[in-house]
């Protein structure tokens, strides 16, 4: 139980266009989620939480306008990188909050990631 | 704010070997800690959580860490690496509903 996936595991896009990275959460319902960007060999930095129905909360930094997120139902949220360049090739991964914390302590799971390469 | 740091960013040990991966925490509250490992090109898998019950935590893949509060530290241990360890591992601390990771440590295991 507790399956968070990512789609696509991995794109590779041209400068200008813009890129959707879906996030499900498989078995639970998930009324939080968060996306996390990671540099090569760095830490997670957090981009946004994002909450159902709700607008989602970016982090100091972070460009909300060039990073859309849409939390639409209980089971997705979605990361589109806008005219996105080079700079933003980067590991993205998400996470979701089981709605009903059948783990407790309000135990975030993670998707797999996915990895943008803007060329 | 709540904040994790890890002491060596690699640590390389030999099959067999203890493993010992440092994590310090700086928390105005009780804290809530993880333990996370990645491996390459993947997200991240929970290995074991400190939720204020007993100090001794248990994890999965024969990990273990002790919560101790007057050296602020929730170090990760394991006492025979497996090859199959070898990954990036990150303590992490619950700020409000966020995480705090730290920059993480990659452990390298020799044969």
């Known amino acids: 139980g507790a399956v968070v996936s990512q789609h696509p595991s991995r794109v590779i896009c041209k400068s200008g266009t813009s890129v959707k990275i879906e996030c499900r959460s498989l078995d639970f319902q998930a009324t939080t989620m968060f996306w996390y960007r990671q540099f090569p060999k760095k830490s997670l930095m957090l981009m946004a939480t994002s909450n159902e129905g709700s607008k989602a909360t970016y982090e100091q930094g972070v460009e909300k306008d060039k990073f859309l997120i849409n939390h639409a139902s209980l089971t997705l949220s979605t990361l589109t990188v806008t005219s996105a360049h080079p700079e933003d090739s980067s590991f993205y991964i998400c996470?979701?909050?089981?709605?009903?914390?059948?783990?407790?302590?309000?135990?975030?799971?993670f998707g797999p990631g996915t990895r943008l390469t803007v060329l | 704010a709540q904040s994790v740091t890890q002491l060596g960013s690699h640590v390389s040990v030999s099959e067999g070997a203890l493993v010992l991966l440092r994590c310090n925490y700086s928390s105005s509250v009780p804290p809530y800690l993880f333990w996370y490992v990645q491996y390459p090109n993947q997200g991240l898998q929970l290995l074991l959580k400190?939720?204020?019950?007993?100090?001794l935590v248990k994890g999965i893949n024969g990990f273990e860490a002790e919560f101790k509060k007057s050296e602020t530290s929730f170090h990760l241990t394991k006492p025979s690496a497996h090859m199959s360890d070898a990954a990036e591992y990150f303590c992490?601390?619950?700020?409000?509903?966020?995480?705090?990771f730290g920059k993480g440590t990659k452990l390298t295991v020799n044969p």
């Open positions: 400190y939720t204020s019950a007993a100090t």
């Open positions: 996470s979701a909050r089981d709605r009903n914390g059948r783990a407790g302590s309000n135990e975030q799971f």
């Open positions: 992490a601390v619950r700020a409000a509903e966020k995480l705090v």
